[in-house]
């Protein structure tokens, strides 16, 4: 079984430019989070989707992040514009419905210059 | 919201001895207490979970307790080897079907020393 996937895997961008990153689930995983994880520090949860709706995006800074889950299965998530404060790992993960465990992705290193 | 706190921040020991890892939580609604091991650059892997209904759990070399009363829980870790080296990170979570807001501890980073 394939586990989560995730691209690119390392960006470089200038502040004030636009990034995005894209989550491919284990198949069949209805629930699919985005993570940020700093240097150092336990990831934190970004947003939550269960299929296409995202039911906790409470810690998602709307002003420049914003995720999409279209078809319920793969995701983006998008930084506009980048700050300097936004380099750091973002990690996705998913869990099947019902599911407790969550399986993670191996995250896209952002390096904001 | 739901706080982890987690201890030590690193820990090194000796290839061979035992490691443990202590964290405590602050919501006793929490229910699900999972363990990752992050190595360098790499993805969090599960480890080890335990839930809320059980006291202890144990997967050859590893095993968590759990305190309800006292909201905390422990990874332990014995007969330590190399690739035992790595970032753990505890966690916490509560619902009452499956998909969970997980609350991660700030990470423990374990060196085995040969």
């Known amino acids: 079984e394939a586990g989560v996937v995730q691209s690119p895997r390392y960006k470089i961008i200038e502040k004030k430019q636009p990034v995005a990153f894209w989550c491919n689930p284990i198949?069949?995983?209805?629930?699919l989070y985005w993570y940020l994880q700093n240097l150092g520090q336990g990831p934190e949860l970004l947003i939550r989707?269960?299929?296409?709706?995202?039911?906790?995006d409470s810690q998602l800074p709307k002003d420049r992040f914003s995720a999409e889950r279209l078809k319920g299965v793969d995701s983006t998530l998008k930084i506009q514009p980048a700050e300097l404060g936004d380099s750091a790992v973002y990690l996705c993960?998913?869990?099947?419905?019902?599911?407790?465990?969550?399986?993670f992705g191996p995250g896209t290193r952002l390096l904001v210059l | 919201g739901e706080n982890v706190e987690q201890h030590p921040s690193t820990l090194s020991v000796q290839e061979g001895d035992s490691a443990v890892i202590k964290c405590t939580y602050s919501?006793?609604?929490?229910?699900?207490f999972p363990w990752y091991k992050q190595e360098l650059g790499k993805r969090p892997q599960l480890i080890i979970d335990?839930?809320?209904?059980?006291g202890e759990k144990k997967d050859q070399r590893i095993a968590v307790t759990l305190n309800k009363t006292a909201k905390h829980f422990s990874l332990h870790i014995t007969e330590t080897q190399p690739e035992d080296s790595a970032v753990y990170f505890c966690?916490?979570?509560?619902?009452?079907?499956?998909?969970?807001?997980?609350?991660f501890g700030q990470g423990t980073r374990l060196t085995i020393n040969p």
């Open positions: 335990i839930r809320s209904n059980v």
């Open positions: 919501d006793s609604a929490s229910n699900y």
């Open positions: 989707y269960e299929n296409e709706e995202a039911v906790d």
């Open positions: 966690a916490a979570s509560k619902g009452i079907q499956g998909a969970q807001k997980l609350v």
């Open positions: 993960a998913s869990s099947s419905f019902g599911g407790e465990t969550q399986y």
């Open positions: 198949s069949g995983h209805n629930t």
